[in-house]
């Protein structure tokens, strides 16, 4: 049976003065002359820009918010009639102002992909695409696929046709499961085209059109758009200094959200990792709530705690235990996990997973079948050889992606010092922090100097993260390196920071 769900108690979050006030550090600091209401204007919506405030919650009134600052109201109530007029904010009688971002008449929602990946080469003089966080194919990648085609004879010349996956392969899964501490039988695994199918699968049988569901902020864009394209609605949960499962539990109950998509292993874009405290904490509040959790495992291979100091030359380093999956501390049934080989292995496989309990497996398999009636089996025989070499294929990789991460770290630092650039426990990715809400028009510079990068609003929800950017340690360092200085160039380009009075239609 389905976890009964929660009535919406209200749709809007809200922030208390004490809560946001924290946030409001120095906001008298904008500058000589700039007066205070300004000054607090421009720091709200500098807070809803980076996620950090998000959007449709609703503020403190203007007399608490004044008393907390201890400000006049007039300060407060000019601050928040700036934001409305820039369109941060809205308002109506009993119903206090809430946080918004502009909008723009006919302009459509921006692609989830840059246009780069579509396959055509680089152009004459370009330095090519570094929006994708995907590595290129392993050494081992060839013998795999010759050791698949050796055994192909075996399946000849049946149909070909294996819907919940290839047996071998749904066991090895399963065998990597167990290993991480989560016993796991081949009949909670099915197999699927891609992560991405995976979560489409799971969405179509769980979620149903108008569902609120709880989405880290920031998060993966394409599980965004795949939320909203079946009908759901998402409700953002700050993730950037951590995971607050108390704080989670309070939108599951005022939203009514009955589920939620979550990142716990090297979240994307921030490489962050849940505790296991986090992860015991989180799953008595599943168990509480009844909400389900969709958790996205796809970076869990890449871990690069150890791999970092290593690669910095402090020798001697013991490799850090991963904490078990988040589907062993909650009940079977609230916990829905996807997996993925193209970030450990290969892009071009095209392989994914569920794991589930064995009733969600057999309904997603008939949900499947109306779909497309498997994927090929060269592909997931190829897999099944690779999960063979996990540990060696995965030590290689932490070691190759750590030492470009401090290759690209260390670029940003001489040709952006201006930047804050936090190390990632795992991933493939740094979060930049930019001194100035300038992602898109930095990235539309990029783009026209041949160099494909996605700014932070694509992994906000409304457009939020104008200050961010995430920039993936993919390719190989000489790149990266090579990236950072023309990346240099389209920020330096940009001229004058926006100011409240500036038109913001690009956010």
């Avoid at 700039?34 to 000054?39: E, K, S, V």
């Avoid at 696929?145 to 070909?160: I, S, W």
């Avoid at 589907?327 to 290969?346: D, M, N, Q, R, Y």
Wanted: hydrophobic share 40%; aromatic share 6%.
């Amino acid at each position: 049976m389905p976890p009964a769900r929660k009535q919406p108690i209200q749709q809007r979050g809200r922030v208390s003065a004490r809560e946001l006030m924290p946030m409001l550090t120095e906001w008298r600091t904008g500058g000589e002359g700039i007066p205070g209401y300004r000054a607090l204007a421009d720091r709200l919506r500098l807070l809803v820009l980076d996620g950090r405030l998000p959007v449709d919650t609703v503020l403190p009134s203007e007399r608490t918010l004044a008393e907390a600052l201890q400000t006049s109201r007039t300060t407060t109530t000019s601050a928040y009639r700036l934001l409305r007029e820039a369109g941060f904010a809205e308002g109506s009688q009993g119903a206090g102002t809430w946080t918004t971002l502009p909008r723009s008449e006919g302009r459509g929602e921006a692609p989830i992909w840059p246009e780069h990946l579509s396959g055509e080469p680089d152009p004459a003089g370009a330095r090519g695409d570094f929006s994708s966080a995907a590595l290129e194919a392993p050494a081992e990648l060839y013998p795999a696929y010759q050791a698949a085609l050796a055994e192909m004879p075996r399946f000849l010349p049946g149909n070909g046709y294996v819907t919940s996956g290839l047996p071998l392969l749904r066991d090895r899964i399963a065998q990597r499961y167990t290993a991480a501490g989560l016993p796991t039988t081949p009949e909670q695994i099915l197999v699927t085209n891609g992560a991405l199918q995976a979560l489409h699968l799971v969405l179509s049988l769980v979620m149903e059109r108008g569902d609120r569901v709880l989405v880290e902020h920031p998060t993966y864009p394409a599980a965004a758009q795949a939320i909203r394209t079946r009908g759901g609605r998402c409700v953002p949960l700050p993730v950037e200094a951590g995971w607050d499962i108390g704080r989670m539990a309070t939108l599951i109950r005022q939203t009514g959200a009955h589920l939620a998509y979550v990142m716990p292993d090297f979240q994307n874009p921030t490489g962050r990792l849940m505790t296991e405290d986090d992860r015991r904490e989180l799953g008595a509040m599943i168990a509480d709530t009844g909400c389900r959790i969709i958790v996205d495992e796809t970076m869990r291979e890449l871990d690069l705690r150890t791999a970092i100091p290593t690669a910095q030359g402090r020798e001697g380093s013991e490799p850090l235990p991963m904490p078990r999956p988040l589907a062993g501390f909650a009940p079977a049934e609230h916990v829905i996990t996807l997996g993925s080989a193209s970030k450990t292995f290969w892009g071009g496989l095209r392989i994914g997973w569920v794991r589930a309990s064995q009733p969600l497996i057999r309904r997603l398999g008939l949900a499947r079948g109306n779909e497309d009636l498997g994927g090929p089996l060269l592909e997931q025989l190829a897999t099944a050889h690779l999960l063979e070499n996990l540990d060696q294929i995965k030590a290689h990789r932490q070691q190759l992606v750590a030492g470009r991460a401090l290759a690209l770290r260390e670029a940003l630092a001489q040709n952006l010092p201006g930047w804050v650039v936090p190390l990632p426990q795992g991933g493939i990715s740094l979060w930049c922090h930019l001194p100035e809400p300038r992602s898109s028009h930095v990235a539309a510079a990029a783009r026209s100097m041949g160099v494909w990068l996605t700014p932070g609003p694509r992994f906000g929800l409304d457009g939020a993260f104008e200050a961010r950017i995430r920039l993936p340690f993919a390719r190989p360092s000489a790149d990266l390196v090579a990236m950072t200085e023309v990346l240099s160039r389209a920020w330096h380009a940009q001229g004058r920071p926006h100011t409240m009075d500036d038109d913001l239609t690009t956010v």
